[in-house]
């Protein structure tokens, strides 16, 4: 039990990079006037698909989703090295990230409901679309952190 406890922070951290890194992937696939487009999740997340599909701006969710969890896990690493009362840090930074992951699954799942279309207001859903391998992985990515990160909570508690 104990070399689980020490492996999931890393853990925690590897699925928050392969979330990341997701966001360079094809986040959806869209069926629209009989031409199928694939839109990264940086173009889900900062907009910009262009073509046939219009034009968005930036979606503070689909942002949330792709780079909440890293840059959470980020703050743990640089807080928890520049503060004395390192447990208390965790523990609040680790429960952060837990959400993160969680916040990410759901934002993932509803990635292309969240983006906006053109200057009509239409969305994504409306127009076809089907989550592509860059969502889907960073879905289960985003499960997995959750598991890990949750667990380094929970022992963290237990243990005092």
Same mark, same amino acid.
């Given at each position: 039990?104990?070399? @689980? /406890? &020490?492996?999931a922070?890393? $853990?925690? %951290?590897a699925?928050? !990079? =392969?979330?990341?890194?997701?966001?360079? +992937?094809?986040?959806?696939?869209?069926?629209?006037?009989?031409?199928?487009?694939?839109?990264?999740?940086?173009?889900?997340?900062?907009?910009?698909?262009?073509?046939?599909?219009?034009?968005?701006?930036?979606?503070?969710?689909?942002?949330?989703?792709?780079?909440?969890?890293?840059?959470?896990?980020?703050?743990?690493?640089?807080?928890?090295? @520049? /503060? &004395?009362?390192?447990?208390? $840090?965790? %523990?609040?930074?680790? !429960? =952060?990230?837990?959400?993160l992951?969680? +916040?990410?699954?759901?934002?993932?799942?509803?990635?292309?409901?969240?983006?906006?279309?053109?200057?009509?207001?239409?969305?994504?859903?409306?127009?076809?679309?089907?989550?592509?391998?860059?969502?889907?992985?960073?879905?289960?990515?985003?499960?997995?952190?959750?598991?890990?990160?949750?667990?380094?909570?929970?022992?963290?508690?237990?243990?005092?």
């Open positions: 039990m104990k070399e @689980l /406890k &020490k492996f922070p890393f $853990v925690a %951290l699925m928050a !990079v =392969v979330v990341f890194i997701m966001a360079f +992937l094809p986040g959806v696939t869209v069926t629209l006037l009989g031409q199928t487009s694939t839109i990264t999740g940086l173009k889900l997340a900062f907009g910009g698909f262009g073509g046939n599909l219009g034009d968005s701006g930036f979606v503070f969710v689909n942002f949330l989703a792709y780079f909440g969890p890293l840059l959470a896990a980020i703050a743990i690493a640089v807080l928890i090295g @520049l /503060k &004395k009362n390192k447990g208390l $840090v965790k %523990l609040v930074l680790g !429960v =952060v990230l837990a959400l992951f969680l +916040l990410s699954i759901i934002f993932l799942a509803m990635v292309a409901k969240n983006a906006w279309i053109g200057a009509a207001g239409a969305t994504l859903a409306k127009a076809g679309y089907k989550l592509a391998a860059g969502s889907i992985i960073g879905i289960v990515a985003s499960v997995i952190g959750l598991l890990a990160s949750g667990f380094d909570v929970v022992m963290q508690v237990l243990k005092k």
